[in-house]
């Protein structure tokens, strides 16, 4: 087992279908090695969940050491207390995860909202590396997820993919689970992201724009039909952005 020093601090990815987690090489900005994926308990109670958690974290003990973890949730987590829950069991409204997590593990914990951190691991290893004034990321999946980064800090929770957009919940009608639903083609979705895009612009003035969620691997067919004024571009790390940067954010605390 390696001595705190070179140990690699370990991200995990908490959705509604799986739970992801890899041992984070912060040098490269990259798994150290396979991620593990276990598929989300059904109810995803706080302690059901918890116990995968364990499960990861276990399964990567050789390469993690006692070495600190972070933790991604779909919520709003403020401090360590989660406020909301979309894709998750309920009863994690009100639970202070990081508290949960440290006694469940033995090990220190840090738990953001996934856009959040994948917003971190943008800006450290990805589309915004090197990117001052306001970034904003929005993962476009079942929901939308933003991340809100000035001159390299988290303005965390932002929640914008709640933003009410011509009388609907924004990601109601943008996020790529509605453009499924209404079986919509890209074309048929631009529209959309046009109107979504455009309004958070006229609101924020962002000087870069990253698109996340895993409908980003094909940014090339929506993309470059949409007309801001900042440069809007695809993620570079793909699903790996959330673990990276929560590890990050872990190793940081
Ligand atoms: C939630 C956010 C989350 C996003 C992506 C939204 O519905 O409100 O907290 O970041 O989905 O999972």
Redesign the pocket.
Known sequence: MPGMADAHPLGIDI??SGIKGAPVDLDEGAFVGKRKRIATPQPSTPEAVADVVAKISHHFADVTGDSPIGVT????VQSGLVR?A??IDRTWIGTNAVLLLQERLGRSATVV????AAGVGELRYGAARNTGGLVLLA?L??????ALLYDGVLVP?S?L??LEVDGFDA?TRASSHAKDNDDLSYEEWVPRLQRYFAHLEDLLSPDLIVVGGGVSKDADKFLPLLHLRAPIVPAQLGNAAGIIGVAWLAAQA
């Open positions: 959705g509604g949730l779909p919520s709003v909301t979309a894709n909202n996934d856009a959040d993962t999946g079942t929901g939308i997820g933003t929770n929640e993919g709640h990601e």
